[in-house]
């Protein structure tokens, strides 16, 4: 109902917000960090900036929405003062009451990015390798002017191996068929590595790691009608990115790992009683923006500016299904995922 809208879409989410038209700065990275009470964020931002080549052209905008100051992103970095008052460090607070999940906070969190030449969306819960910047330009580089690079890292125990074995594998998105929603699941396969460490070629990128020309915001823009959205925010994008003219690519070399567990964690959906009926509102705008269900199915206010958030005319979104190995009409899939090891 209209209540439960009221409260899905919150503060700001319909407000006319347009990406600047900010000058890119060569070599700059720019790290959008969206945080829930996550304890382990200060670490993430301690660690990026540390094992950075040249941390002072990394900027970071963080999204913060904490209930104690225990879970405050900067307690572990001596310099983030310092780093705020030079404009590295961007951030934005909300009440933990305030969130609405993730696709929530990385919408706020794109705002704050202000020219940098890369957009690099990663979760609070990172480990980075020495050098990570140097590697993560290098990747870019290697993939070419229009490219999306990224995919799930891998674990602590997973990088410390690769590290071993000279970075030999790699973990590629691919399609795992489909959720109890009918949507399009993605999962991940280990494989070899190609020479020089080159980005692997894929159709599907990951939430949790991903990197792409920070202009790429103008054309496809973060979608601020999304709250509370988990399943469907991976494929959504990806499609869009891809539709818009961007190629995809799964890391060639692993530049930090990611704790995916996190037993005990506070989560967003246990500390707001909305969240399901939110989600599923979310989701059916999900569904029709990817041509799944026809707009009589989605409540009124959640069809506006589909045009600004959907598909790009340069490729098609039949064409994206066939390639990804989703056949829609049918509910069937195939290039189904291998099992990681």
Known sequence: ????????????????????????IPGTIFVSVASYRDGECKDTVFDMFAKAKNPDSIYVGVVQQNKEQREDCFDRCPECSKRKQSGHIRVTNFSYMQAKGPTFARYY?????????????????????????????EQMRLAGPKAVVGGYPPTEEQLKQSRKNGYNETIVSCSNGLDSDGMPNIGSAVVPVKPNHAPIKVMEMAAGFIAFPGTALREVPYDPLLSFAFMGEEILFSARLWTH????????????????????SPRYNHDHIEAEGCRVLALRRIQFLLGLVPASSVHPDYIIDADKYGMGKVRSLDDFWVKSGFHMKTGTTTKVCEVVP
Do not use: M, N
Request: aromatic share 14%.
């Open 245 to 264: 003219g961007y190629d995809i690519y799964a890391i060639g070399k692993p530049v930090c790992s990611h704790h995916y567990t996190r037993a005990g």
């Open 109 to 137: 969190a794109s705002k704050l990015w202000q020219g940098e030449q890369y957009y690099l969306q990663i979760d609070s819960h990172l480990k980075f390798e020495q050098d990570w910047d140097a590697t993560l330009l």
């Open 1 to 24: 109902d209209d209540t439960l809208v009221g409260s899905c879409i919150g503060v700001g989410e319909t407000e006319k917000w347009e990406v600047g038209g900010f000058a890119t």
